[in-house]
């Protein structure tokens, strides 16, 4: 999996990640390999590979103009991906279950973090 070290420019995977660890999964969940991305993306923001067990969000995010409230957001999110793996219902798969989206709920900023990830 090719990916940039978690340690950015500007945010720290890793220091976010035992964070939101802490905060809202006690502490329990397994940390997964993190990065950032080798090429800067607007449209994907981050994503869980579950092949590799590795998050990844775009180098785009790791900037001095975007607050660290919308990196713990995309984190968090992809963070959910383990907690909540995907669903089949027949051929159909859903990636963003029930109760995927109402721990998402759960995140202190959320209405904020999706305002500022819009603007960018």
Not at 8 to 36: S, V
Not at 44 to 68: E, F, N, Q
Not at 93 to 117: N, P, S, Y
Request: charged share 30%.
């Amino acid at each position: 999996k090719q990916m940039r070290p978690p340690k950015g420019k500007h945010h720290d995977l890793e220091a976010l990640f035992e964070d939101l660890n802490f905060r809202y999964f006690y502490g329990l969940m397994a940390c997964p390999a993190l990065g950032w991305s080798v090429r800067e993306s607007r449209s994907i923001l981050g994503h869980y590979d579950p092949a590799h067990h590795a998050i990844v969000l775009s180098s785009a995010l790791d900037k001095p103009s975007v607050p660290r409230l919308a990196v713990e957001y995309v984190l968090f999110h992809e963070m959910l991906h383990l907690r909540h793996p995907e669903s089949h219902n027949g051929e159909r798969r859903c990636v963003h279950t029930r109760a995927f989206r109402e721990a998402e709920k759960l995140f202190d900023g959320l209405d904020v973090a999706k305002m500022i990830l819009r603007r960018l």
